[in-house]
């Protein structure tokens, strides 16, 4: 069966719930199943700040994850309008599967989480799709055929799913950014079996 590799970077658990809905969208459509994999935090004093299997929730991702998926939905929280220095460090380290085209042809979707309405999503989405683009992914969005797109008054781009997290200790996606999330992980799936077929 083939996978779809869900990374992602978060701090406070916002994006690991949204990595989870976008999962329960690739599970949906038949002949897929997500990989959830998560990226190590980073600290200006050593590379990586933590040993190499975090304590709980998804497993950190292993370069073997992107060559064996069939394709990857990638999210962070952002970060002045852009990605994660986490999330930014491990794209960073994938010189060689750049030149190996590790990644060329698959569909890659992006997502993010942040606390303010207008906290920078739709850059920080389009900060994390320039790398794969340089990777020869195919981009995958969520169209305006999804007709909670035109209506949420919470997160949801046509760029990928999003969620403002507001300042809540223990903020759940809204309605809106379930479905968009879960929609994304369906077209994404959708748009890989069809490439692996």
Sequence with gaps: MPDILVLYYSRGGSVAR????????????????ARIRS???????????TPPVPTDGAPYV????LAECAGLAIGSPTRFGNMAAPMKHFIDSL?????????VGKPAAVFTSTATMHGGQES???SMMTPLLHHGCVLVGI?????????????G??????HVAGSSDDPEPSE????LARALGRRLAAIAAKLSA
């Excluded at 990226?39 to 700040?49: H, L, M, N, R, Y």
């Excluded at 010189?95 to 990644?103: D, F, M, N, Q, R």
């Excluded at 781009?157 to 999003?162: D, L, V």
């Design 143 to 155: 169209p305006y055929t999804e007709p909670v797109l035109t209506t949420t008054r919470t997160g």
């Design 176 to 179: 809106d950014e379930i479905t």
């Design 39 to 49: 990226v190590p935090p980073v600290a200006s004093t050593t590379e990586i700040a």
């Design 95 to 103: 010189g060689a599967e750049w030149a190996s085209g590790t990644l």
């Design 124 to 126: 920080t989405l389009l």
């Design 18 to 33: 949204l990595a989870r809905h976008i999962a329960r969208g690739i599970g949906e459509i038949d002949g897929m199943a």
């Design 62 to 65: 292993d370069k073997r994850d």
């Design 157 to 162: 781009t046509p760029y990928g799913a999003s």
